[in-house]
């Protein structure tokens, strides 16, 4: 495969249940972003790795829990979560961290929470 | 505050024109990127402008005026497949990406 992979690309859960999504890139990439995607609000970043160590969290709540176990891989754990957190959850990824280069996404994954 | 406004949604005719606005108010500015996501897919990379001026690339030209903290996106010989949200996206002097929330083209034929 090519680019930026996302599993499950649809996924339904209640408040009670815990779930991972997961992110790979075939790019050979150093940074890693998750972003949540709501309808017509901006992308908000939840957070960033780089060369698999996190440099950013962006005030996300921790029923969301990320980890990077090496370069290519990126998941988001879920626990617990509300209502409000149905979303787009789109992956990226960047050649490095803090440049002009642009970032490659993955295809997301819709998740509803029930 | 770090702000990017464009408008939520256009319409045009096949095989016309369009210009899509952007402005953006950042802590610095290292460039400004536009995106192209169809309905259910990723974003794609469009452009990439950090000097004042017009870039074009095929059908698709994106400006760029960093004085007036302004940039649009042209869209010529517009197509069916061109239907899609177009997303800009300045970058910080963190080099951190502050996102508009997108502008979702229309075209009829």
């Known amino acids: 495969e090519t680019g930026v992979t996302q599993t499950p690309r649809h996924l339904v859960m209640g408040m009670t249940n815990k779930k991972s999504l997961k992110c790979e890139q075939h790019?050979?990439?150093?940074?890693m972003y998750w972003y949540k995607q709501s309808a017509k609000k901006p992308l908000e970043l939840m957070f960033v790795?780089?060369?698999?160590?996190?440099?950013e969290n962006n005030s996300v709540p921790s029923r969301f829990s990320p980890e990077c176990p090496n370069s290519s891989h990126l998941f988001l754990h879920l626990h617990t979560l509300q209502p409000e957190d149905s979303a787009l959850y789109l992956c990226?990824?960047?050649?490095?961290?803090?440049?002009?280069?642009?970032?490659?996404f993955g295809p997301g994954t819709r998740l509803t929470v029930l | 505050g770090q702000n990017i406004d464009q408008p939520t949604e256009m319409t045009a005719t096949e095989g016309a024109i369009v210009q899509i606005n952007c402005t953006y108010q950042t802590s610095g500015f290292n460039g400004l990127f536009w995106y192209q996501q169809h309905a259910g897919e990723a974003p794609t990379f469009l452009s990439y402008?950090?000097l004042d001026g017009l870039e074009e690339k095929g059908r698709f030209s994106s400006f760029l005026s960093r004085s007036k903290g302004y940039s649009y996106l042209l869209l010529k010989e517009l197509q069916m497949k061109d239907s899609a949200s177009y997303l800009c996206a300045a970058l910080d002097s963190n080099y951190q990406l502050i996102w508009g929330a997108g502008t979702k083209l229309i075209i009829k034929p």
């Open positions: 402008n950090v």
């Open positions: 790795y780089s060369l698999e160590e996190r440099v």
């Open positions: 990226a990824s960047s050649q490095q961290l803090e440049s002009y280069n642009e970032q490659f």
């Open positions: 790019l050979g990439h150093n940074a």
